[in-house]
Structures are given as structure tokens and as C-alpha cells.
């Protein structure tokens, strides 16, 4: 039940984040949004992990968060230098 | 609970694909479209896919959105937008196109809905997919091919060549596009 809440919480958030994501007036905007979403996609997963009592899933969420970077770093690259290679 | 997260994280990727077709700005579309990957990866989570959720992740989320951004920045970042004069002279003619294409739409959902109706219940563990060869998988091949785990015993041996012309694949496909972006001498 605590699980259930704090998951509940967590959607809530990124409800409120996928309105700035979608919303935002400029890129950076959408950009930092959909990093965060990222950060609750982790949590989430975690979350889930326990409420299934499969509490491995946490080495899941953790591989989640390595792989969160990935477009970030290749959007800061082409916006710095216009190109990725 | 898990399935009112389910439901609404459902609605959030409806809104998400929405946004994403709808936005002029291309670099926008992209970064909306990961996040289409991420909620799509805690969809397959909740269903207990783990493996396709970590490749939704890995490749919707991490990979794609480098490609489209590598193509971007060969091509260009905004959609073409017609102008005041051109809009307005074509509205009524894009009307009766986007009239023609929601009715043939509408008419392949109500197929599609219409040949759902025969398949079985969702998970019912009696259904013809889980009984055709999984049965004997699960039976026989500790005895048949010495492997602990059924799904490396079925990729790797029962499906061996099928698994073996996959990697082909993937490998050609890898080495054609390090032949084509390799960066030139000049």
C-alpha cells in the first residue's frame, strides 16, 4: 500500500513534468523535462520492483538511470557544435 | 494500483505520440518521442517483460534519439510550414483529405477491433499459443540439449539458425553504416 501511494505520487509528477516537456517554449525547456521524467522512470521502476516483491528489479532501475544520459549528451553536442561527429 | 498507474501511464502515451506528431519544431518531436520510450518501458515493466523493457529504453529512448538527431543535424531542424497566402487557399482541399483519412482510419480500427474479438483472454494460460511447442520445451529440453535455461535452450539451439542469421544481419547492417559514416580524409 505504501509502495502503491509513493508510485501514485511519482505518476502525479511526471504528469506535471510531461506538461512543461510538452508545453515548454524552447527546447531546453522540453529537454530537462523528459531528463526528469527519465529520474521517475528509475524511481518507478524500482517501486514496481517491491510491489511485486521482486526487489531485483533495483539493479534494473539502476542500469535505467546509466542508459538515461545517452540523448542528453548527443542533443548537448549538436546544439553546441551543430553536428555529432 | 499497479493498474491505475498502468491506465494512466496508457493515457500519458497517447498524449505523448499526439505531441510528438503535432510539434513543427523536429528537435522537440524528438526529445517528446523519448519520453514515449521511457513511459512505453514502465508498460512493459508492469506487464513483467523485463527484457523488452530494457530494450525499449535502451534502444527507444537511447539510440533512436541519437540517429534522428545524427540525421537532423546532416538535414534540417524545422518542418516545412506552408505560407499564409498558400494555407489558406488549400484549407478547404486539406479538409476533405483529413475528412477522407480519419473515416479510413476509423474503418482499419474497426477491423482490427473486429478480429481481437476471436483471440483468447489476456494471460489465459490455456490458450493454442502457450500449448503448441512450449509444452515440449519446457519437457524435454533439459534432456535434449543439455541447457539449464528454456529460453537460451530455444535461442540457441531450437532456433539456432534463426538466431544465427539475426546476428548476420545486425552485424552487415553494423558494418555498412561504419562504411558510410566514416568520417573522410579530406
New interface residues.
Given amino acids: 500500500m505504501m509502495f502503491g501511494l509513493a508510485a501514485l505520487a511519482i505518476v502525479v509528477a511526471a504528469i506535471m513534468v510531461l506538461y512543461r516537456g510538452i508545453k515548454g517554449p524552447r527546447v531546453y525547456d522540453r529537454l530537462l523535462a523528459i531528463n526528469s521524467m527519465g529520474t521517475k522512470t528509475v524511481i518507478l521502476i524500482a517501486l514496481i520492483g517491491y510491489m511485486y516483491e521482486r526487489p531485483h528489479f533495483l539493479d534494473i532501475a539502476l542500469v535505467y538511470a546509466l542508459i538515461n544520459f545517452i540523448g542528453t549528451i548527443a542533443f548537448l553536442k549538436y546544439r553546441e557544435t551543430g553536428r555529432l561527429d | 494500483?499497479?493498474d491505475?498507474?498502468e491506465i494512466?501511464?496508457l493515457f500519458?502515451l497517447i498524449?505523448?505520440s499526439v505531441?510528438a506528431v503535432r510539434m513543427k519544431?523536429l528537435?522537440?518531436s524528438t526529445?517528446?518521442l523519448?519520453?514515449y520510450s521511457?513511459?512505453m518501458?514502465?508498460i512493459w515493466?508492469?506487464l513483467?517483460a523485463?527484457d523488452v523493457?530494457?530494450t525499449e529504453?535502451?534502444v527507444g529512448?537511447?539510440?533512436t534519439?541519437?540517429l534522428i538527431?545524427?540525421a537532423?543535424?546532416?538535414t534540417t531542424r524545422g518542418e516545412y510550414v506552408p505560407g499564409i497566402e498558400e494555407r489558406y487557399k488549400t484549407r478547404k482541399a486539406r479538409r476533405l483529405k483529413n475528412g477522407a483519412l480519419f473515416i479510413v482510419t476509423l474503418c482499419t480500427f474497426g477491423v482490427l477491433v473486429y478480429g481481437t474479438m476471436d483471440m483468447p483472454n489476456f494471460g489465459d494460460p490455456d490458450a493454442p499459443a502457450r500449448h503448441h511447442v512450449a509444452d515440449r520445451y519446457i519437457e524435454k529440453s533439459h534432456e535434449e540439449v543439455y541447457v539449464e535455461n528454456f529460453v537460451t535452450a530455444i535461442l540457441a539451439s531450437y532456433r539456432g539458425y534463426d538466431t544465427l542469421g539475426e546476428t548476420s544481419v545486425i552485424f552487415t547492417a553494423g558494418v555498412a553504416l561504419m562504411m558510410l559514416?566514416r568520417?573522410s580524409k579530406s
Avoid: E, K, Q
Fill in positions: 494500483m499497479v491505475i498507474i494512466i501511464y500519458i498524449v505523448c505531441a519544431d528537435l522537440s526529445v517528446v523519448g519520453a521511457l513511459v518501458a514502465i515493466m508492469d513483467n523485463v523493457a530494457f529504453a535502451s529512448a537511447g539510440i534519439t541519437v538527431i545524427a537532423l543535424s546532416r559514416l568520417r
